[in-house]
C-alpha cells in the first residue's frame, strides 16, 4: 500500500498529543520519520532549484527562498499536497491539539530554502488567512529535507515564547517534522547557515488553522519581526516595518473585500 505519511505517525497521535502539551517554551511536538520513507527521498529529488524560487520579500531579517507548493509540479509534490489537505490528517492534527483543525486547500504551503549565509530573524507569525476574516492560523507544520545535517551547518530552528528567554534548538534532520503552536508568543527562526557550496537548508511549511467566531478574533496582522542581536539600527526597523506591515495587511483586506 502507498501511504504518505508514515502510517505509524497516525497510531500515535495520543502519545504525540502528550508531549505537544507537555513541551516548552510553547506547545510542541518533535516527529523523526514523519514521511514514508520512499516519498521523503523522492521529495529531495524533486526539491526546486533555487533558480525556480524567489527570494523572501522581508529581506532585512530573512535571507531565503520561496515557492508555493501548488506551484511545484511534481508526483512527489502532489502526493504531499494531497495527504496535507486530507480528512485523514485534519482528525490527526484536531486530535493531537484538542480542536477542529484545517489546512487551506487552495494555499497548502510553501516550500523554503536556504543557501551559504541565509538566516531567520526571530519572529511571530501571521495570524489570520490573507483571503479570510474567521480562519485563525494557530498551527504550523514543518517538514525538513537535510540529509546528514552537520551541528556546525547552523541553521537550527530556534523557539522562544518571549525574546530574550532561554531557547529551544531544533536540528533540522532529514524528514524530521516540527508540529507547532503558532500565536503572539511564539517566536521562531533560524540562525546564519554556514554551508559547504552544494549544500541547502530544505522545509516545507505548512500553516494550519481554526475557524473562530468574530468576536474572538484579534487584530490582524501579518508577520512581526524580533531581532535578537544587538544591532539597534535593525531592532528600530523591525518596530517601524512590523507597523507599516500591520497597516498594510488591514488595508488589503478591506480593498478585497470591496471588490
Given at each position: 500500500?502507498?501511504?504518505?505519511?508514515?502510517?505509524?505517525?497516525?497510531?500515535?497521535?495520543?502519545?504525540?498529543?502528550s508531549l505537544y502539551h507537555t513541551a516548552t517554551p510553547f506547545s510542541h511536538v518533535i516527529?523523526?520519520?514523519?514521511?514514508?520513507?520512499?516519498?521523503?527521498?523522492?521529495?529531495?529529488?524533486?526539491?526546486?532549484?533555487?533558480?525556480?524560487?524567489?527570494?523572501?520579500?522581508?529581506?532585512?531579517?530573512?535571507?531565503?527562498?520561496?515557492?508555493?507548493?501548488?506551484?511545484?509540479?511534481?508526483?512527489?509534490?502532489?502526493?504531499?499536497?494531497?495527504?496535507?489537505?486530507?480528512?485523514?490528517?485534519?482528525?490527526?492534527?484536531?486530535?493531537?491539539?484538542?480542536?477542529?483543525?484545517?489546512?487551506?486547500?487552495?494555499?497548502?504551503?510553501?516550500?523554503?530554502?536556504?543557501?551559504?549565509?541565509?538566516?531567520?530573524?526571530?519572529?511571530?507569525?501571521?495570524?489570520?488567512?490573507?483571503?479570510?476574516?474567521?480562519?485563525?492560523?494557530?498551527?504550523?507544520?514543518?517538514?525538513?529535507l537535510n540529509k546528514e545535517w552537520k551541528e556546525d551547518f547552523g541553521g537550527e530552528l530556534?523557539?522562544?515564547?518571549?525574546?530574550?528567554?532561554?531557547?529551544?534548538?531544533?536540528?533540522?534532520?532529514?524528514?524530521?517534522?516540527?508540529?507547532?503552536?503558532?500565536?503572539?508568543?511564539?517566536?521562531?527562526?533560524?540562525?546564519?547557515?554556514?554551508?559547504?557550496?552544494?549544500?541547502?537548508?530544505?522545509?516545507?511549511?505548512?500553516?494550519?488553522?481554526?475557524?473562530?467566531?468574530?468576536?474572538?478574533?484579534?487584530?490582524?496582522h501579518l508577520t512581526n519581526f524580533a531581532p535578537e542581536q544587538d544591532y539597534s539600527l535593525?531592532?528600530?526597523?523591525?518596530?517601524?516595518?512590523?507597523?507599516?506591515?500591520?497597516?498594510?495587511?488591514?488595508?488589503?483586506?478591506?480593498?478585497?473585500?470591496?471588490?
Amino acid at each position: 500500500m502507498f501511504y504518505v505519511i508514515n502510517p505509524d505517525v497516525y497510531k500515535k497521535v495520543k502519545y504525540l498529543s502528550s508531549l505537544y502539551h507537555t513541551a516548552t517554551p510553547f506547545s510542541h511536538v518533535i516527529i523523526d520519520n514523519f514521511l514514508d520513507a520512499s516519498l521523503a527521498q523522492n521529495l529531495l529529488r524533486d526539491f526546486p532549484e533555487i533558480s525556480e524560487m524567489s527570494r523572501s520579500h522581508h529581506y532585512l531579517f530573512a535571507n531565503k527562498y520561496e515557492l508555493q507548493i501548488g506551484n511545484r509540479v511534481s508526483n512527489s509534490f502532489s502526493n504531499l499536497y494531497e495527504e496535507l489537505t486530507s480528512n485523514n490528517l485534519r482528525l490527526f492534527l484536531s486530535e493531537l491539539v484538542g480542536e477542529d483543525l484545517f489546512v487551506d486547500t487552495e494555499f497548502c504551503g510553501d516550500i523554503h530554502q536556504g543557501i551559504n549565509g541565509s538566516f531567520l530573524e526571530m519572529h511571530t507569525d501571521f495570524n489570520l488567512h490573507p483571503m479570510k476574516d474567521n480562519w485563525l492560523h494557530c498551527l504550523n507544520i514543518i517538514i525538513y529535507l537535510n540529509k546528514e545535517w552537520k551541528e556546525d551547518f547552523g541553521g537550527e530552528l530556534i523557539l522562544k515564547s518571549q525574546v530574550g528567554d532561554l531557547k529551544n534548538q531544533i536540528s533540522p534532520q532529514f524528514n524530521r517534522c516540527v508540529i507547532m503552536q503558532s500565536n503572539d508568543n511564539t517566536y521562531h527562526g533560524y540562525s546564519q547557515l554556514r554551508l559547504p557550496k552544494e549544500l541547502t537548508r530544505k522545509s516545507i511549511i505548512i500553516p494550519v488553522y481554526k475557524k473562530e467566531i468574530c468576536d474572538n478574533l484579534p487584530p490582524r496582522h501579518l508577520t512581526n519581526f524580533a531581532p535578537e542581536q544587538d544591532y539597534s539600527l535593525k531592532k528600530s526597523s523591525a518596530k517601524f516595518y512590523n507597523y507599516i506591515t500591520q497597516i498594510k495587511a488591514r488595508l488589503k483586506r478591506q480593498l478585497t473585500k470591496r471588490s
